[in-house]
């Protein structure tokens, strides 16, 4: 049975910090959690209030003056001014990516998070307390196609890793074609993925021993993270991995693929 407690694990503040100099390249990335609600209640109140847009122009305004005081600066000094990757702490909205996850500089960062948010609040996904900003993995348009209004559709692998264990647990295809094709809605995104087919799962086929070894290395001394995860590893269109999202197994798509032993 999985243990509820945990939930808290698929933060991205909880995670990243312990796998960052993993060894598995990450993008350049800028993370913080809303003021909290004991030090500023009223504050917290309505910037929450305003993730629900009941009243747009009010509540964009709200959250445009919070990031601008408290998070664009940062954001300056980091550089990552330009094109930038953007979610809260377990949800990026990437099935709608333009705008939103896709970002190409600040000045709509506000409305990338109010509709990030708004949108994980309405699929019951959580994460609202936190703001990350990654520097975008840039991907050639000559090259890759993209779905999801704007996400580049390159080759993924996730791996399930044991932390208690230390060793890999098993490995798959993030773009799996009976996983996702069902999924998707819009016609050009299945003319694409269709298309599309070959390339990734050739891709793949290839790398995967080499991926799950990789993140095997990289995660046998990681600190402060116990039970089984998925690690989700990206390979550019310069064969470069990068590591992008970690979540509990038991929270992952592809965990019923598991071996027996391992709890739901």
């Known amino acids: ?28 990335t800028f993370y913080t959690k809303l003021p909290s609600a004991e ?19 009010e509540d964009e305004e709200a959250v445009k003056a ?21 979610k809260n702490g377990r949800f990026s909205n990437k099935f709608n990516a333009n705008g939103t996850c896709n970002l190409y500089g600040l000045h709509e960062l506000y409305r990338a998070v109010i509709l990030i ?15 990350v900003v ?10 890759t196609p993209c779905i999801y209004n704007g996400l580049p559709l390159r080759p993924e692998f996730r791996v399930f890793y044991d932390f208690d264990a230390r060793k890999p647990i098993f490995t798959a295809n993030y773009w799996d074609y009976d996983y996702v094709y ?4 819009h016609a050009t995104d299945k003319i694409v993925f269709e298309h599309e087919r070959e390339r990734l ?13 990789k993140v095997a290395d990289a995660m046998r001394d990681v600190q402060g993270l116990t ?27 592809y965990w019923e693929q598991r071996p027996e032993g391992y709890v739901e």
Request: glycine content about 6%; proline content about 5%; some cysteine.
């Open 1 to 28: 049975m999985f243990d509820y407690t945990r939930e808290h694990e698929n933060d991205f503040s909880f995670w990243y910090p312990k796998i960052k100099d993993c060894g598995i390249p990450t993008p350049l």
């Open 39 to 57: 030090e500023e209640p009223e504050y917290v109140k309505r910037l929450y209030e305003a993730f629900y847009m009941e009243h747009p122009k």
């Open 66 to 86: 919070y990031l601008e005081e408290r998070v664009i600066p940062k954001l300056k000094e980091m550089g990552l001014t330009g094109h930038v990757f953007v």
């Open 117 to 131: 948010n708004y949108e994980a609040m309405c699929c019951g996904a959580e994460g609202a307390d936190e703001i």
């Open 134 to 143: 990654r520097k975008f993995i840039e991907s050639s348009a000559g090259m």
């Open 182 to 185: 069902p999924h998707l809605y």
């Open 201 to 213: 799962e050739g891709v793949y086929a290839h790398f995967k021993d080499a991926v799950q070894d």
């Open 227 to 253: 039970g089984q995860w998925s690690v989700d590893v990206l390979m550019d269109e310069r064969e470069k991995f990068w590591l992008i999202d970690m979540a509990i197994a038991q929270r992952s798509a």
